[in-house]
C-alpha cells in the first residue's frame, strides 16, 4: 500500500508541478486529463484497500472517516469543478491529514499518506488557479449617465 500512496503522490506532484507556469496553459487540458486518469487509476485500488480495512475493523471510526473523505476525494476528480476544488482543499483534504495520525499505522506509511494527501492539495489548488472559481455575472450598472431626462 506505501509503494501505491507514494506513485499517488508522485502522480499528484507532478500535475501541481505541470501546472505551475502560464505558458504551459495550452497543454494543461492534456495534463489534467491525464492527471485524472492516474488519480482516477489509484483511487480503483487505494478505495477498495482502505474499505477492506473499515470492514476488517469495523470499530474504528478514524479509519471509516478517512475511507469516506477518500471516497469523497475520488469521486471529485471524476467531478471536477471550482466548487469542489475549494471543498477538498479547504475541508476534506485537512481532514483526512488529521486523521491519519489516528489511524493503526507505522509512522512511515502515515507520512506518505500525509504527503500523498498534501499533494493531492497542491495539485488542486494549482488547478483552482489555472482554471479559477466560476464566473459571476457582473452587477448590472444603473441607467447611463446621458439615458436620464
Not at 501541481?16 to 497543454?27: D, F, M
Not at 475541508?91 to 500525509?114: E, F, K, S, Y
Amino acid at each position: 500500500m506505501k509503494n501505491i500512496l507514494t506513485a499517488f503522490a508522485v502522480c499528484l506532484v507532478t500535475l501541481a508541478l505541470g501546472a505551475c507556469t502560464v505558458a504551459q496553459q495550452q497543454t494543461i487540458d492534456a495534463v489534467a486529463a491525464n492527471a485524472k486518469t492516474q488519480v482516477s487509476q489509484a483511487c480503483t485500488i487505494v478505495q477498495p484497500v482502505l474499505l477492506n480495512l473499515s470492514a476488517s475493523m469495523p470499530g474504528d471510526a478514524n479509519l471509516a472517516l478517512l475511507t469516506a473523505d477518500n471516497g469523497k476525494l475520488c469521486a471529485a476528480v471524476v467531478a471536477l469543478d471550482a466548487t469542489s476544488v475549494q471543498n477538498l482543499i479547504n475541508t476534506v483534504i485537512p481532514q483526512a491529514i488529521g486523521l491519519v495520525a489516528l489511524l493503526p499505522i507505522d509512522a512511515a506509511t502515515g507520512n506518505t499518506v500525509r504527503i500523498a494527501l498534501g499533494a493531492a492539495s497542491l495539485a488542486l489548488s494549482n488547478w483552482l488557479l489555472v482554471y479559477g472559481a466560476p464566473a459571476v455575472a457582473p452587477t448590472p450598472a444603473s441607467a447611463p449617465i446621458g439615458a436620464s431626462a
